[in-house]
């Protein structure tokens, strides 16, 4: 027999807590870790391929992609924290380097980054250390290491610099620095001061330039290392703040709590059009970079509420993780702080820019807290989970597709899917919830009384369920809701229970180490096993239901049969939590505190025998195989669902011996098939306008297109017809001028021969003429070279005679001078002689006067010594002055800054108002000339002023003109005016009227209510005479029972008669005139009513005609008025002009006045 293995087939759920926790590897593909392994999940196809970590791993902490998307880097804690390279493009992700930190005892590493060639990494140790490692990690080389913050300041974020590989970026709270790898170490080469500031994340957006992320909501612009400008993110606008003394000083002033009011920036990423952060929780704001080098908010994307909650959901409050951006950037994914994964297509957010944006989940909503309930059904491949998170669902383990979920107010601790997969069974806090799962939604059907369940269980036929109660179990009747059964024999709380194939035999196992096997007909115990050293976590039925297998804090499994431990699996050093039995018998799968699965031999092996996957990081809390063999689920603290192929050693799916056949049937209510069916017919009827709609829209546009086209192909063939024309012209014109070129090259030609004729003649002559001055200059030549000969041998000559004649004079002066020499030396040897006697006498002197000296300055120094001790005193006091005095300096030196700054501006105020005085120079110099050009214009106007003259005719003409065309205009208005007078007092009296109206009516309303009340009244009297009526016919029965005794009978018709008989009559009578003259009344009032209500329509009608009217006579006023004043505008421009025209060309005997005419 083959052994059976446990293949990784899908996995749901996000683990929280990893630094840059998702990541693209293709277009298509993201990688992310789940549980102990990392995703690598196809969003097309929805496969995925699983890399798992290290047996002895305690966790996740940071991932990394190379840029080339070819390497994968893990970090991993346990004895000594590793880092794991795993090549990606390999199908199984083989692994390729372990790098560790060398010899140091290192924790883990919090954050890691690859260089842009992919050669090189770094990772950021944890505190207290916090040393950043410098790795070549193909050779597992660490190159440099250096200490980049405090114990108390932790490092969020590493990263190189994208266009060099030896840069690099660190930012943490009050810690950003940047270093640079040369000469086998790191040094920095930053020194800004942000030691107030909590750096969450950070990006390179150019070679020096990187944008840095805070708790406070703010974007600071690092340009070389140091601080200059801040990006406002404000809803009103991003613009820049490029001083730099504001940056800094807004730096300083973080010392207030901000945190409050601004949005935390937990996630920034730069692309080709700028950059993407995180805005707060559940928020994504793309920024734009500008023209002026500066950032610009262009759209904001939003998680969009869950609306399976039943109340204000948190999921647009979820804290954003992570952010990644695909390669060919046309998709944004993210992590958030729960557990989620959102994308959104970058490209349908450029198009749909007036719409608000919202991300979608990348795969399916998932756990974002412990799983607690773990349960499959027979009839469907459904599987139904519980969390601590309030959400039940309900996943497809065949399709891998989260088909229901919901979200509840309390927790959910258990659960179970009925074998149809029609109902579920959810344990909550307070109440035990038997609920229907319809076709969109989990409704609840029935509560029973069971608080904090922690188990149940359906029967395998359904008709039955099981629920545990503390240590208590209720059985329950799935048909009439009963509690059968109230199994009670455990002291601790019950931590598993299963039933029997044939559910006669329920099993049960608890925190007080027993184990008990139930008859579900009769309640007693059958068998029993109690070990108190060993609390049960969970137990099994085995295949044929003959043992119980079961798991302990004992770190063991035992099989027990007939109240023995029949065998038992050595213990190991991780304690088992969950156990599941396949129903073919031939494997026993047991789930692990620490979060690994093991595929055990069935019948059980006597030494430990088993096959370890990597699944979860948390301890698995539930195991469960599907009932035709084919999938194990697990799940686990960590909130993810794995989901597992059970397969022979050759790949084969195991044989169920069983026919399972899955059925497809849902529930749906009537009320939401009605008003789906409802949705149906509205969409096709919307459907069918549109489609006719989209037709004549398709109709028209056709109609038009053909129109410009055929207008286009008309000017098309015109304007072919014209080029062809023009060119036709053109070839007759070249033609010309080729003709015309000919003749004037062949003029040219013969002119330039005769020409060149010319100058050879010329030349030719002139080339005689020089050869003959050449000759005449040649003779020249050897003559002066003749006498400059001559000239040579008389000053040779001359210059021997003079060099005799020196030597003789020079050496008579040598000797006078060497005469002279000796004396001065015997003169100099006596002067040494007297000088050395001097010297011994001073010596004598001096060696008296400083043996003085020493006695006097040795009295000096104890005094100096005293007053030394003085002075330390008070210098200990000036220093105090003196650091007082350095602070007021600095203070000063601030000061001066700012001074500096403001000559500085002063300066530049000065230079733009030379600037001004030399334009205003320039201007003055214009001016005057253009004064000398207005002297020369007036005399010209002179000269127009003729012109004026019969121009002032021609306007005093129109004017009158245009008085005569005024006047009967003038009459209309008024006529107007007096209509408008009119219509205004009719609309005066109707409105009269209508108060009149209105004032009958609420007359008669008041009447009516009158007569309402009356009418009451009446109904009451009636009702009165209805109960008297009865009364009467109370005592007439009575006085039928003494028929037989006279005198008893006499009395009580005497008693009726006395009561009944005058009321009766009189109030009959009067009822009757009553109602008659009420419907009368009524019948009056309502015709009156209508005659007033047909009145006033009328009159609203009237109304309406004369506003109208009213209406259209002031438009037709107020574009009167318009005219009037446009004319009233061109008569006084007119009589404008003719004073400029008065003013500007006075009388010929005038002299001329010089004005400035503009």
Wanted: glycine share 6%; hydrophobic share 30%.
């Amino acid at each position: 027999m083959s052994a059976v293995v446990a293949q990784s087939h899908f996995i749901l759920g996000l683990r929280t807590g990893v630094r840059n926790n998702v990541c693209f590897f293709d277009e298509q593909t993201v990688v992310f870790p789940c549980g102990n392994n990392c995703v690598c999940y196809n969003t097309v196809h929805r496969h995925q391929r699983f890399i798992p970590g290290s047996e002895k791993s305690q966790g996740m902490r940071a991932l990394a992609i190379s840029p080339n998307r070819r390497y994968l880097a893990v970090s991993e804690c346990g004895e000594k924290a590793t880092i794991t390279v795993f090549d990606l493009q390999h199908e199984q992700g083989r692994k390729r380097k372990v790098l560790t930190a060398g010899e140091g005892p290192v924790q883990e590493f919090v954050c890691m980054a690859f260089s842009p060639d992919s050669k090189y990494l770094i990772g950021q140790t944890c505190g207290p250390d916090w040393m950043l490692i410098f790795w070549l990690w193909e050779k597992q080389k660490v190159l440099a290491s250096v200490k980049t913050s405090i114990s108390n300041n932790p490092i969020t974020q590493v990263s190189f610099n994208p266009y060099n590989n030896m840069q690099l970026c660190v930012s943490g709270t009050g810690v950003f620095k940047l270093f640079r790898y040369s000469e086998g170490a790191l040094k920095q080469s930053s020194f800004p001061k942000v030691e107030t500031i909590n750096f969450l994340c950070h990006t390179w957006m150019t070679a020096e330039r990187v944008i840095a992320g805070t708790d406070t909501g703010r974007l600071l612009v690092f340009e070389s290392g140091d601080l200059r400008r801040e990006i406002n993110t404000s809803p009103k606008g991003v613009q820049e703040q490029p001083d730099r003394q504001v940056g800094t000083r807004m730096i300083r002033d973080t010392d207030v709590d901000e945190a409050s009011t601004v949005s935390r920036i937990t996630a920034i990423l730069s692309y080709s059009k700028g950059f993407v952060c995180s805005m707060g929780p559940g928020t994504v704001c793309l920024f734009e970079k500008t023209e002026e080098d500066s950032y610009r908010k262009s759209r904001v994307i939003k998680i969009p509420p869950d609306p399976h909650s039943n109340e204000m959901t948190q999921a647009d409050y979820q804290e954003i993780d992570t952010m990644c951006i695909s390669p060919a950037e046309e998709t944004l994914a993210i992590s958030t702080d729960q557990g989620q994964l959102y994308s959104v297509g970058l490209s349908s957010v450029d198009i749909n820019k007036e719409d608000q944006a919202h991300f979608e989940f990348l795969s399916q909503s998932f756990h974002s807290k412990s799983i607690t309930g773990l349960s499959v059904c027979l009839r469907k491949p459904l599987a139904a989970t519980s969390s601590l998170d309030r959400s039940v669902r309900i996943w497809n383990y065949e399709t891998k597709v989260l088909e229901l979920y919901k979200e509840f107010q309390e927790e959910a601790y258990s659960v179970a899917l009925h074998p149809t997969g029609l109902f579920i069974l959810v344990g909550f806090s307070d109440k035990l919830r038997l609920m229907n799962l319809v076709i969109d939604d989990i409704r609840t059907f029935k509560e029973f009384t069971v608080r904090s369940c922690r188990e149940c269980a359906f029967s395998h036929g359904g008709h039955m369920f099981a629920a545990v109660n503390g240590n208590v179990i209720h059985i329950y009747s799935n048909t009439s809701f009963e509690n059968i059964l109230n199994l009670k024999g455990h002291n601790g709380k019950i931590r598993g229970i299963e039933w029997s194939l044939d559910d006669g035999r329920l099993v049960s196992c608890g925190m007080d180490g027993a184990v008990y096997e139930w008859n579900t007909q009769t309640g007693k115990r059958e068998s029993e096993s109690v070990l108190k050293s060993c609390s049960y976590t969970d137990v099994a039925f085995s295949s044929d239901c003959k043992s119980l297998l079961a798991v302990g804090t004992d770190l063991t499994l035992k099989e027990i049969q007939d109240c023995q431990v029949l065998r038992e699996i050595p213990a190991d050093e991780v304690a088992h939590t969950a156990v599941a039995v396949s129903h073919s018998g031939r494997v026993v799968f047991t789930g692990t505190a620490s979060g690994t699965i093991r595929a055990i031999k069935y019948p059980l092996p006597i030494q430990k025998d088993w096959i370890m996957y990597q699944a979860h990081c948390g301890p698995v809390t539930k195991m469960v195989i599907t009932y035709d063999d084919q999938f194990l689920l697990t799940a686990s603290e960590d909130g993810c669902l794995s989901m597992w192929k059970i397969i022979d050693k050759e790949g084969r799916g195991l044989k169920s011996n069983r026919q399972i056949v899955h059925t497809e049937e849902i529930l749906v209510t009537k009320s939401d098939l009605e008003e789906k069916t409802q949705n149906m017919l509205e969409l096709k009827m919307r459907l069918e306008e549109l489609q006719m709609e989209n037709e004549y829209q398709l109709r028209l546009k056709d109609m038009n297109y053909n129109e410009k086209m055929k207008d286009i192909s008309d000017k098309f063939v015109q304007q072919i017809e014209s080029l062809q024309t023009a060119q036709q012209a053109m070839k007759t014109e070249m033609g010309r001028q080729e003709r015309e070129h000919q003749e004037s090259s062949a003029e040219v030609t013969v002119k330039h021969s005769r020409q060149l004729e010319d100058l050879e003649t010329s030349y030719s002559q002139k080339l005689i003429v020089e050869h003959e001055r050449y000759q005449d200059l040649q003779h020249q030549y050897q003559r002066m070279q003749e006498d400059f000969e001559m000239q040579l041998k008389s000053a040779e000559e001359n210059k021997i005679q003079a060099v005799e004649e020196l030597t003789q004079s020079y050496e008579a002066q040598l000797q006078e001078k060497t005469q002279h020499l000796a004396q001065y030396q015997e003169e100099a040897e006596q002067q040494i002689r007297e000088f050395k006697k001097i010297i011994k006498q001073v010596e004598e002197e001096e060696e008296r006067k400083i043996h003085d000296i020493q006695i006097k300055y040795e009295k000096k120094l104890h005094t100096e010594k005293e007053t030394n001790t003085n002075l330390k005193g008070e210098t200990g006091i000036m220093a105090q002055k003196f650091h007082s005095l350095q602070k007021q300096i600095d203070d000063r030196g601030t000061d001066v800054n700012k001074m500096k700054q403001e000559r500085q501006r002063l300066l530049g105020l000065i230079r733009s108002l030379e600037s001004d005085i030399e334009d205003l120079k320039r201007q003055i110099a214009g001016h005057e000339k253009t004064n000398q050009d207005k002297d020369k214009t007036i005399s010209g106007l002179k000269k127009k002023n003729q012109e004026l003259e019969k121009l002032r005719f021609v306007l005093d003409f129109q004017l009158s003109e245009l008085k005569k065309q005024t006047e009967p205009q003038q009459d209309e208005i008024n006529e107007k005016k007096e209509r408008i007078r009119q219509l205004q007092e009719e609309l005066v009296q109707t409105d009269s009227s209508n108060t009149q109206l209105k004032l009958t009516v609420s007359d008669l309303r008041l009447k009516l209510r009158t007569r309402d009340k009356e009418m009451h009244k009446e109904m009451q009297n009636v009702k009165d005479l209805e109960i008297h009526l009865q009364r009467l016919k109370s005592d007439l029965h009575d006085c039928v029972g003494f028929i037989q005794e006279p005198r008893k009978l006499k009395e009580s018709v005497q008693m009726i008669y006395a009561r009944y008989v005058t009321e009766g009559v009189e109030k009959s009578g009067v009822d009757q005139d009553v109602q008659r003259v009420f419907c009368r009344q009524l019948d009056h009032l309502e015709r009156t009513i209508n005659s007033l209500k047909m009145r006033l329509t009328k009159s609203a009608e009237e109304k309406e005609k004369i506003l109208k009217g009213n209406i259209s006579l002031i438009t037709e006023i107020n574009e009167l008025r318009k005219e009037l004043s446009l004319m009233r505008t061109e008569v006084k421009n007119y009589k404008a002009q003719l004073t400029l025209y008065k003013r500007s060309h006075p009388n010929p005997g005038e002299g001329p006045k010089h004005e400035d005419i503009s």
